[in-house]
């Protein structure tokens, strides 16, 4: 019995070690990670003709007032799905604060919390890294998420005056860097 699950216990750590090297070591393996600041190169605007027209969404803002993107429409708008758990989440608010300084006619940052908590824990999160220039805005049961099919946080979209998504991004940008402050520029000369 003992040689029985000392032979199944090495079987199970051989098979674990093999998938890992085949996974990271073996020539062809899964390549590194992009860096924070590496955007995969085929990030660019979709064509107006190719762009569809954004589900409709509901979120809150602090009050507990409900807000939506049709009363937005004529800007362009960074809506950005994050949380206060979520590193990659953490490291852009500050690019997507600069951002909102620096486009403040036309151009509208929505981020959309998902912290189940709501307005205080973000409110304390902004106080934490000074962003004065973002309205709280909360989707806390992630229906507005559910809407656009998100699939991880953070997820970005850039939606142009006509209310169409424009660029879909998943994962960490630096928001105020070249080529997204291009494509805001491009999109609020459409």
């Not at 899964?30 to 085929?42: D, G, H, L, V």
């Not at 989440?89 to 940052?109: D, N």
């Not at 080529?179 to 459409?190: D, K, S």
């Amino acid at each position: 019995m003992n040689r029985l699950v000392f032979i199944l216990g090495a079987s199970s750590v051989a098979a674990i070690a093999l998938g890992l090297w085949l996974v990271f070591l073996a020539p062809g393996g899964a390549p590194p990670s992009p860096s924070y600041t590496e955007p995969p190169r085929s990030e660019s605007l979709a064509a107006p003709a190719q762009r569809a027209p954004i589900r409709p969404m509901t979120f809150t803002d602090s009050a507990g007032d409900a807000q939506t993107l049709e009363s937005r429409r004529g800007k362009v708008l960074l809506v950005n799905f994050w949380a206060t758990w979520c590193a990659p989440c953490i490291a852009e608010m500050p690019a997507l604060s600069t951002l909102q300084k620096r486009f403040p006619e036309g151009f509208e940052v929505l981020a959309l919390s998902q912290d189940r908590e709501g307005a205080p824990v973000v409110r304390k999160f902004y106080d934490g890294i000074g962003i004065e220039n973002l309205p709280i805005l909360l989707d806390t049961k992630g229906e507005a998420g559910r809407a656009i099919g998100g699939r991880g946080l953070p997820t970005t979209l850039l939606i142009d005056r006509q209310g169409r998504e424009a660029l879909r991004v998943e994962g960490g940008r630096e928001w105020d860097q070249a080529p997204y402050i291009g494509m805001i520029e491009a999109l609020l000369a459409e």
